[in-house]
């Protein structure tokens, strides 16, 4: 009965727990980011992010063209705004569902695990008319909550991307679900600064991709606009998060005492024998 409890609380508690660690360490990884992008100088940040701007105009007149320019700013692509060295680009802030995510270079399954993906050959997340700038992450991942719950934005709803010591709001306007190969839906448009969050749709079939398009917004709010701050490590962000860490700490009391109770009666019974 006590294997059988044990074995049912892990399998409720552990995906929570998990999550719970994984936000722990992005939290971590934003701090050390801050920490490290407070020690440039503002030449060097005016220069990071002129890499990233000749980037984003490459795209804007070349879109997926093998050229000479687009080649030569393509094969850079891994060096544009990595700025600790390992391929950390940001983070995205979406508060309205309690998402907070370190963004890194291109797709790859070991990026996706660790956060959100900066889509290559979509622009840089760091403003200007004619960009798109597409952040792709998981939904339904077993051990952490990334993109789950994009599908419950509305209109109105804001995103804020932190990049250097500059952060950049954007609204949300609209949605789209597409097929993976449609890459038409994520070109750049004229005179518009974009941004497309994209994961998997439907949940656990994943033959689709959702989007939500948001567009650049000015917000006058200097708790909500806010350059890049410190973040505290592992914060209990909303009453979930306590009550997994009591329900923890609960299962742990009873199995503890279970057990303290099984050993006293077997030792009584061994007395009486």
């Known amino acids: 009965m006590i294997a059988l409890f044990l074995f049912s609380i892990s399998c ?14 992005n939290d971590s990884k934003i701090n050390e980011y801050n920490k490290t992008t407070k020690t440039f100088s503002d030449d060097d940040i005016n220069a990071k992010l002129l890499n990233a701007e000749k980037y984003n105009q490459i795209l804007t007149t070349d879109y997926f063209k093998n050229d000479v320019n687009y080649s030569t700013i393509l094969n850079s692509y891994m060096d544009i705004l990595n700025s600790d060295g390992n391929g950390l680009i940001g ?3 979406i508060p309205s569902i309690n998402v907070k995510l370190p963004i890194y270079h291109g797709e790859s399954e070991e990026v996706l695990k660790k956060g959100a993906a900066h889509v290559e050959q979509t622009s840089f997340p760091i403003g200007g008319l004619n960009t798109r700038a597409c952040i792709s992450a998981h939904s339904g991942y077993p051990e952490q909550k990334f993109f789950d719950d994009i599908d419950e934005l509305s209109s109105g709803d804001l995103i804020y991307i932190y990049i250097l ?3 950049y709001c954007y609204k949300v306007y609209g949605r789209q679900i597409i097929l993976p190969t449609e890459i038409n839906s994520i070109k750049p448009e004229s005179n518009k600064d974009i941004l497309t969050l994209i994961t998997c749709y439907p949940y656990g079939i994943n033959s689709h991709r959702l989007l939500i398009n948001a ?3 000015n917000v006058e709010n200097t708790e909500d606009n ?3 701050s410190t973040v505290e490590a592992a914060p209990l962000r909303n009453i979930s998060d306590v009550l997994i860490i009591c329900s923890v700490i609960a299962s742990v009391a009873i199995l503890t005492t279970i057990y303290i109770v099984c050993r006293k009666k077997k030792k009584r019974k061994e007395r009486g024998n």
Do not use: A, D, G, W
């Open 12 to 25: 409720f508690m552990l995906p929570s727990v998990f999550n719970l660690i994984n936000e722990f360490n």
């Open 215 to 217: 567009e650049r917004t």
């Open 91 to 93: 983070y995205i802030e």
């Open 165 to 167: 010591n500059r952060s």
């Open 226 to 228: 806010k350059t890049n």
